[in-house]
């Protein structure tokens, strides 16, 4: 029909001045069980997607970083549900222009994009929580690098665990597990502790064992060299008692902040203070 003809003329002319990469993008769709970089690609179920960012408790104040961001999803639902900035990496650079479009029609491009990159070589540091769903192999490749985040930093992982890193949290749903940890601050080796407000005035040496967020030590109380009672690290917060030469029993509970740590103390006494610690 000759009404067709402008119609198709001005189609083809669009197609024409499209780069060639677009014109390839507009009808890419990916196909479950497709080949990827380590991994074939699976998506996520929405249901553990919103699982896994409420067991992290995303808000608006979070920048969410999902390591082999797929077709978006997870980065999508962490800004668009709960107001979070987010970043996706993706290995696959027409999936991730596939699922930049997905933000794009989410109405969350402004605070959720997807880029193309390899997440081994990404510098994901100034994450407040990371999402990941890849391969036990891979996890404890990005293991170390996620160690090395700041303190308090909220990992989550669907289907698959850190090995000895034992999770802070475990969910279960419709067969799927979903892992959880706090990144750890790093609290091993040897303390000054000083307490004030309590009558103790002297210093107390104090030594912290560390596996992860387990920990462990000793405090010395004169010719006495004191267990920990109940020690506890969850990111910076940190929280440990003794009794001491006297049979009293201190609680303590701070935060860590590099090589110094602080907080309030209550003894069963009915004493109570503040707190410090130096690292030696």
Known sequence: MDWLRPAAAALVALAIALPAGAQKDRGYEPQVGQAGKDVIWVPTPDEVVDRMLRMAQVTADDYVVDLGAGDGKIAIAAAKTFGARALGIEYNPEMARHAQRNAERAGVADRARIVQGDIFASDFSQATVVTLYL??????????????????????????????????????????????????????????????????????????????????????????????????????????????????????????????????????????????????
């Open 135 to 280: 391969l036990p192999a891979l996890n404890l490749k990005l293991r170390p690098q996620l160690l090395a985040m700041r303190p308090g930093t909220r990992v989550v992982s669907h289907a698959f665990s850190m090995d000895d890193w034992e999770p802070d949290e475990i969910s279960s749903l419709d067969g799927r597990r979903i892992y959880f940890w706090r990144v750890p601050a790093r609290v091993a080796g040897a303390w000054t502790l000083e307490l004030a407000g309590a009558g103790a005035a002297r210093p107390l040496e104090m030594t912290l064992e560390q596996r992860y967020q387990k920990i462990e030590g000793t405090v010395g109380l004169g010719s006495v060299l004191g267990g920990l009672r109940a020690p506890r690290l969850s990111g910076f917060h940190i929280a440990f008692a003794y009794v001491d030469e006297h049979g009293v029993r201190r609680d303590f509970r701070g935060r860590v902040s590099g090589s110094r740590m602080e907080g309030a103390f209550r003894a069963d006494n009915g004493t109570e203070g503040r707190w410090t610690a130096s690292k030696k």
